[in-house]
């Protein structure tokens, strides 16, 4: 397993931005594909945004045109880059990564993930 902390969070108003950070554990951090997911009160956990480990990237429908990922592999950091929020963002977000192949969009599955951070809360006030 790689090991995640995710910061960056806080509190903004509607139509602010913020980025979130996710540091990993050098080990296998190269060749995991890296996510992130959110999870609101009362809501099950969601995905966000993925960035495989070929380069390849997916958003959710609610996220797309606003949000950003990108992974700096010097640093073994994964960023989201969050513009434009909207109090419907309000959530604790959480980086996950996995070195399983995904398939069929199976990447918005939380099972697919095997690494977990402890999630950071961003509350977007309206």
């Known amino acids: 397993q790689v090991h995640l902390v995710e910061s960056g969070g806080g509190l903004v108003q509607a139509g602010d931005s913020l980025r979130l950070s996710c540091a990993a554990s050098?080990?296998?951090?190269?060749?995991?594909?890296m996510a992130w997911f959110r999870q609101a009160p009362g809501k099950e956990r969601e995905f966000v945004a993925v960035?495989?480990?070929?380069?390849?990237?997916y958003y959710s429908d609610s996220v797309k045109g606003r949000f950003t990922i990108s992974r700096d592999n010097t640093k073994n950091t994964l960023y989201l880059q969050m513009n434009s929020l909207k109090s419907d963002d309000t959530a604790v977000y959480y980086c996950?990564?996995?070195?399983?192949?995904?398939?069929?969009?199976?990447?918005?599955?939380?099972?697919?993930?095997?690494?977990w951070g402890q999630g950071t809360q961003v509350t977007v006030s309206s």
């Open positions: 960035l495989t480990w070929i380069g390849n990237i």
């Open positions: 050098q080990r296998s951090y190269g060749s995991d594909s």
């Open positions: 996950a990564s996995t070195a399983r192949a995904f398939s069929n969009g199976s990447f918005i599955r939380t099972q697919e993930y095997d690494s």
